[in-house]
Every structure is written in C-alpha cells, then in structure tokens.
C-alpha cells in the first residue's frame, strides 16, 4: 500500500513541475510562433525557441553558426524593465526587438556584431527580447511601434 501511494504521489507530482513559471503559455518544449503586420497584407512569422530561464537566457544563441531565416529565440522575462544585451561567443549578426508586456515593440537593435562584449539595448522597458539574423527587420518591414502576434507551442 505504501508503496502505491508513493507511485501516485509521483504521477500528480510530475505534471505540476512541468507547470512552473510559464507566464502567457510560454514553454521551453516546442516552438512557438511570432509574428508581425508589417503592411497592409503581408506579415512576417518567426518560429521561436523560448528562453524564459536563467540558464537558457545566459546560453542563448551563443556558439551558432546559422539560423534559418524564419527561425528565432523569444527571451522572456518577469517583469518590465530595461534590458540590456551582449554578442559574446554569438557567432551570426542579429537583430534584437525588443517587446513590451503587451506585445508592442519599443525598440530594435539593428545587426548587432558578433563577439563583442558592448551593451544593447533601446532605453525603454520591455518584458521580451526577440533575436533574429542580423538585417532581418529592416528587410522585412518590422518597425517600432507594430504589435507582436504570439502563438504558443502546442502541447504534445
């Protein structure tokens, strides 16, 4: 009997781990989808890794050697503030767009050069970082001031 119960206790026990700090339906399985209206008809999609934890928000997308031009990585962070980034063993040029809490973007950084240890970021608070190829958001359209569609991951 105890035995049992102690197998019970881990069955409920490991779905709620799996549920920790996960703000908006963000997950680190899967990836995750953003998007943004960058004209009348058109719109430019990213599938996105998600770094919402201290770990994976300090790796980032250091040590790469590409990144597919519709792929990205989302930092999420507690709260609202200004962030401030670096391109220290990062490899490709990216563009950083920085995102309020809801979801507006407040500012770019433009192609960020790899492997420098200089400070980015826009001087306004925001709550998400996203890294694209360097070059990207000006190509596209994406500008200060649009609205970032977020889709999550589906569970599987």
């Known amino acids: 009997m105890k035995g049992m119960l102690k197998s019970v206790m881990i069955l409920l026990l490991v779905p709620l781990a799996s ?3 996960k703000a908006n339906g963000l997950t680190d399985g899967g990836l995750s989808s953003i998007s943004f209206q960058t004209g009348s008809s058109s719109e430019s999609s990213f599938k996105v890794e998600i770094a919402d934890t201290l770990e994976s928000r300090k790796k980032g997308l250091m040590f790469r050697t590409q990144l597919d031009q519709d792929r990205g990585m989302l930092f999420v962070f507690d709260t609202e503030t ?45 709550r998400y970082v996203l890294e694209i190829n360097g070059g990207l958001s000006k190509k596209l359209g994406i500008t200060e001031g649009q609205t970032a569609v977020f889709s999550p991951a589906q569970a599987r």
Not at 87 to 115: C, H, Q, R
């Open 19 to 21: 549920c920790s700090n």
């Open 82 to 126: 200004d962030h401030v980034f670096w391109m220290k063993n990062t490899y490709i040029p990216l563009d950083m767009i920085f995102i309020s809490s809801d979801w507006l973007v407040v500012g770019i950084v433009y192609d960020a050069e790899p492997m420098t240890l200089d400070d980015r970021s826009v001087v306004r608070p925001s």
